[in-house]
Structure formats: structure tokens, C-alpha cells
């Protein structure tokens, strides 16, 4: 498997950093990762829109542009030749001389293989555990997951698949993916404020048919929403059956999260088809 | 210079790590910083106790027992022969197969030049600024500084020398120092809690000519401090003159914070004889 880093190519095996690169001295860095599918990087632009806002706010400068950087990708997914994929794009701090200050940042660019929730979780859906936090500069993705991994120890402890962060008694989002209640009138909510948007979100805000909407869920709407479930890049539409020790509905997976599952791979399949097509008139 | 990972030295060019460490992926790992001073890493137990506890804190298990530790620390310094300097001990997350669970741990340890303040910042004090922020899990010294490595450039656009943390109306810590005040009454407070633990500032606490005491600094309290300053290994005690727009009491270094800091130098000098004559006896 390959890797890109700076400006080159190298096995991920030889893919290294000094140690006095900002993200290892100091966790300084931001990321993006998108899927590949039927070898198409799905929603690439969008992907690309918020790595490169990522990198602007958190001032790592000079990093190759859109054609330049689409270029890089396409070649690595051309030298690895994976179907199916995940492809993280990393940018640190760089080499800091005082290990605190912003140098000229590195590049990392890798692919992996997709790691997807299992047949169970799909069809039973998952139980969710709570925790009260704040992402620092939540509207940035970066690389500061030290609370998620943190609480994976919790997470495993509890028999639940992943943590939902709540603060000041609002709900908010999980470390690496969005929240959405169905509420008992069949208004689909997500958390509008102090979250990273996701890409898969904001594919559900744009469903015409159904409708999805951004707004305020506290702990209380936890206890009365009808369904619930999680949307991140790898997950897709994740139901919720869970949440603390507290049944959601019924306790299966929903009528209105499964339609909105099956909405989301028809938009994924016509994004490959028209990416395909595209292609195939060039 | 050499640095030391895992199990070998290697020139500090030479010491990388795979692009798979969750200190790349996540942000996650913990680090402990000492100084050498005329060949003696100062109060090298206490800097040891934080570290295992950060450590394990942080779920980073398998590292070095103390007196192993210990052994490579003096063979670093021996190999790198350097009277003073500083040393700094990163153990990160490890290489994680899946980016997110922790794995075996890296453990780094490199030595630097010390970066000391000038003489103008210790002579005429500083201008700090303060920012409302809580850092997560404070009292553990993990690698997250990505609010502290942000914020360099209001700190810099304001002539600042640091930035102070206020949280909830209370006044915490500096992202790599601690803060003091001295009150009208010559009583000398830091932050008790939501802070890291200073080495410096142990010492401090443990003078006994000089009252200093754990306590609450408000916002309001800055205002009427007749002395402030910060401590840190590198900076000892530097004297803080203005906050954000306001004069700390006329605009000058004071004279319990000279005090302390000549009782700091005294205490500093001692554990170096200490350490030589112990030695001179084996």
C-alpha cells in the first residue's frame, strides 16, 4: 500500500515523521477522510472544502491546491488499486525548531481499507453511552481526539459502540460522527450548533422528500424522540436502539431512519454513476 | 545530538515515527519536560512521578519502570554531554491499526537547548493576555495543545509574552506555566484547581519563609494584585507587568517576586550540590 507524503510516494511502511513534527509534540493538526466506492471518491469536493477550511483556521499555510491535490489522489488510488477505501489526508505542524511554534506543515495522504459497522449493528441497531464535553473549535476537524480515545475504554466497559457528547443540556455529536433524533411527529432533527457538520449530514439536510432539519436537541428529547441514529462517512445510517439505560421507542431500528438509509445509497449510487459516465465521456 | 525511542539511540535526524501513530492520527499522548543544570536533571523524581501518572492516566501502559528509565536518561545525557539543557519524554498512543484504539506505546526522549527568557522579559517583567478556555483532563500533561499553539498569534499581534486561561470568572494556568499573584497583604495565591501541577510551583508551595498558598484567583482579582507572575521549569519565576490593558500594581517587577525567585535560584543551587556531592561519594 501506498502513501503520499510532502511530494512523494513511499510504502506506508516507510511513511515516517520526525519527532519534532507539531502533531507529535504537541497534537497540532487537522484531517479530512472520505470513501472511496466502486473506485469513486465519493463527494470529493465537498470533503475538500472543509480540509481545506480546516487548514486556514488553524493557520497551516501552503499546502498544494484543489487540482494539485486531486491530482496526488487520483495517483494513489491509481498506484493501490482498491475498490473500496477510506483516504485520510493529514496536515501537522510541521517541523517545529521550538516545539511550539507553526513550521512549513507535512502532508500525509493514505488509504485504508474501510472499516464498516457489522451486519448486527446494522439490523439491531447500537447502544450509545453519554458524556458531558465540549470539543475544542468544534467546527474544525482536528486531529484532537484525546477525550474519544479516551473514553473508548467507557465505551467498551458499557457494552455501547460509541459516545454521544452533551453540554450545558444540549446534545451535540459523537467524536467522529453526527447525531439526528426522529421526533414523535416525524421531524427529523440534528444538532445545528458547536459540531463538526459532516458531509453524509448535510447529504441528509438536502433530502428533498423527507424532512431533515437542523435544531436544538436537549437530554430531555433523548427520552421522547421516536427514533434515533448516527451518520458519519464509513457508518452511512447507524439506528440507535440505545441510549444509556434508556430503550429509544421501541427498541429496533425505525421506519423513517431505514427510508432515509435506503435515500442516502440512491444518492451514493447516482454520485458513482454519474462520476462513471463523466469518466467514460472524457 | 541523540535521542532515544523505544529501545535504541539514534541521531535526533534519524527519530521518526510511522505515519500510524496515534499522536499523528489522534493527538494522543502525554510528555514530561525537565532541565539540566551544570549536569543535573533538576528534582528529576517529581518530573518522573507526573509522567507515570500522566501515563497511566492516560490508559499508556507498558513503558519503562522508573529505574530503567532512569538508566537511559543518564546515558542520553552522557552520550549528548550537554551542562544544561532540557529533556523532554513523549510516550504517544502507538502505532493503532485502526487509527482510533491505543496500541503499544512510543516512547520518545530527546534533549534540546534550553529556551531561557530574555533579559529584558526577566529585568521589566511581561504583558500578558488572558482568553477564556478550559483545557481538557488538566491535571494530566497530555500533548493537546492545540488552543495554546493557536492562540501564538493574538499573542504575538498583542505584544504579549503568554496567554493566561480564565474559566467560570476563575483565572487557571498559562498552556506551559502557572500563575501567581501576590495580594495586598503580601499573601502569595496560585489556582488550586483545573490546572497542571508545576514542578516550579511545587517548589514554591513548599517555601516556608515565604507564605505562599493554594486558593481562588476571580477576574476581579487580577485587577487588584499588587504583584503577579508565572513559573515554569524553563522560566522559573518571570514577573508579569500588565494584563491585557491593566498595569499589575505599578507597572514594575515586585519585591516578593524577586524574593522568591532568589529563594528559587538558592533552592535550585542546593539540589545541584546535593546531586555532585552524592555522587563525588559513590
Redesign the interface.
Known sequence: MY?F?NDQFLP??K???????????????IFDFFKVQNHVPLFLDDYLDRFYNSASS??LENIPGREKLKEIIFELLKRNQLANAGV?M?V??GYST?????APPNL?I?Q?TL?LPTTAQIEKGIKIITHE?RR??PAVK?????????L??KVVESNASDVLYHYENEVTEFP?CNFFIVKNDDTVITPSKNILKGITRKRLLEMRDLKVNEGTITLQDLKSAKEAFLTSTTKRILPIVQIDDDLVGNGKPGRITQELDTALHAIEKEEIERFHALKASV
Open positions: 502513501a507524503i506506508i511502511e511513511a515516517t515523521l520526525n519527532v519534532s513534527d507539531l502533531a507529535i509534540q504537541r497534537g497540532y493538526g488553524m493557520y485520510k493529514i501537522t505542524g521550538d516545539a511550539y511554534q507553526i500525509i493514505t485504508h472499516i464535553y475544542d473549535i482536528t486531529i484532537n481526539y484525546i477525550i474519544g480515545v479516551w473508548q475504554k467522529r
